[in-house]
């Protein structure tokens, strides 16, 4: 499996902006797509964006724009114009091209993310 590690998170007030990175390590990281998710206290874990190998891109938010360094192993979500409502523990993926978390084998540890208001 691919080893990942997110870092970026911390407090912000709304309206902000945050850049949540997302180092891999281990396997290759050639072929892999890169998912985005989130989960906030009691509630489901949930798609916020996925990036393929060769840079197709999916996201719920508009607000948000996943991107990725495949030289760099690293994967980034760039976050604007944060909501109290985006407050939740960030985490990355890697796995296929998919919004469904259940379809992903590798996970980081995640990183929080608290939007203040």
């Known amino acids: 499996q691919v080893q990942l590690v997110e870092s970026g998170g911390g407090l912000v007030q709304a309206g902000g902006s945050l850049r949540l990175s997302c180092a891999a390590s281990?396997?290759?990281?050639?072929?892999?797509?890169m998912g985005w998710f989130r989960q906030a206290p009691g509630k489901e874990r949930e798609f916020v964006a996925v990036?393929?190998?060769?840079g197709y891109t999916d996201s719920v938010e508009g607000r948000f724009t996943i991107s990725r360094d495949n030289a760099k192993r690293t994967v980034f979500l760039h976050m604007n114009d944060l909501k109290p409502e985006d407050t939740a523990v960030y985490y990355c993926a890697a796995g296929p091209y998919s919004g469904r978390y259940a379809e992903y084998s590798s996970w980081g540890q995640g990183t929080q993310v608290t939007v203040s208001s």
């Open positions: 990036i393929s190998w060769s």
């Open positions: 281990g396997r290759p990281f050639s072929g892999y797509a």
